[in-house]
């Protein structure tokens, strides 16, 4: 599965250095999916070569030849849509449906970015010295390091690859071990794009030999990351050490406010598959539900149903609407959380246990809780799985207060017909993303990402390119 792809450094394809692999399993039967090339400090540090004159090359390249590129890549990546819909779904064993929707949302970012590479402007402005202006620049910052979770394999690289090459920059992409293959499938898309030899480079394996050299390294100018917030911690305590650049966006505990006069039915509809796409595994998804006290009993209802409706299976399966977990050790976390929750004192309304009926695979049936607290650690941590903590709310000002009662500030959402109310929720709910009677935050239009413990920076939108770009300012005096 593997075999015709491996590491990409120097613009081809090549093993590790000291030949070594690792198994992939999947999440649907446990089975290996083949055996991926595992890199050595060799193999990082060739990339790094590659990776420094890669980037001179491709910062000399006008933007409007970076934006054309770009776009030979979207046009790659259109053309295999289905190997990569198969690939994500058949490592992350999330729904094929959602899997192809993945990929388009990656393509989305290429076409976005390339555009964007066109629209790098500077600016002049006049001087206090006579016959003299300022002008301002911006040039790319250099070599890029990008570290993704396994969870959106395709859509985490995209948003960080596309900004990345939109503004001149080399990159070294290292993903989750758990997901190479769908790395390896983008990386050969932007392969086709026909760009230098050593801007786009991929190097898969452990700590010691891919992040350490990476991080240590005086060359690599920016990293980004989507991962944990511990992880995150330890990165903007590593960069430090030769003053990179950071960007990343880690965890979230997205509260979801139902108002007393939301629309139960619209809301229930976007909720209940939002909260159960890819098994809960998304940083965005809600996590705690604030319901008023006049709709409580009724959403809860509805959640319920909604959710026992849901079919579980292989994601390859277009009848599956919730894959598995990835891996044994998040079943075991979601198993923890419930029996911690109802220890608690709250009450299972439906599933809270593996699923039932499967011989192997990481399932677990699509949960509810109810009579939540906030002291509870289902409210107050991120569960990044399929379970929906539903709590009651009397007021805005209460609901508001307890909302925001986080470290975490990635997402929010509310759902309220009021168009006041709604101003007043977003101004007030601290989150990096407030979504108002929707949950689409994703798109390659818009700038994604959180504040504090949730992380720093924007992916997307006019803002994602500035994380790739230093400022130069030179002022020029004629006489």
Known sequence: MYSRFGLFIDGAWRPSADGETAPVFSPVTEQSLGDCPVASVADTQAALAAAEAGFAAWRATPAFDRADALHRVADEMIRRTDEAARMISTETGKPIAQAAREWALSIDQFRWYAEEARRIYGRIVESRVPGGRFEVHHEPVGIVAAFTAWNFPAALIARKVAPALAAGCSIIVRPSSQTPGVAMVMVDCV????????????????????YAPLMADKRVRKVSLTGSTRVGQQMIRDAATTLKKVSMELGGNAPVIIYDDADLEAALNVAVPTKFANAGQVCVTGDRFYVHDSLHDAFVDGFVTRARSIKLGDGLDPATGMGPLINGGRLAEMEKIVAGAVAAGAKVATGGARA????AGHFFAPTVLTGCTDDMAVMAEENFGPIAAITRFGSEDEVLARANASDMG????AFTQSPARARRTVAVLKAGMVGINSFAMAASEAPFGGTNHSGMGREGGTEGIRDYLDVKSSQMVWA
């Open 191 to 210: 392969r086709a794009g026909g760009l230098p030899p050593g801007t786009v480079n991929l190097v898969i394996g452990p700590t010691a030999a891919t």
């Open 356 to 359: 039932a009926g499967f011989n």
């Open 410 to 413: 990635l997402s929010a959402y």
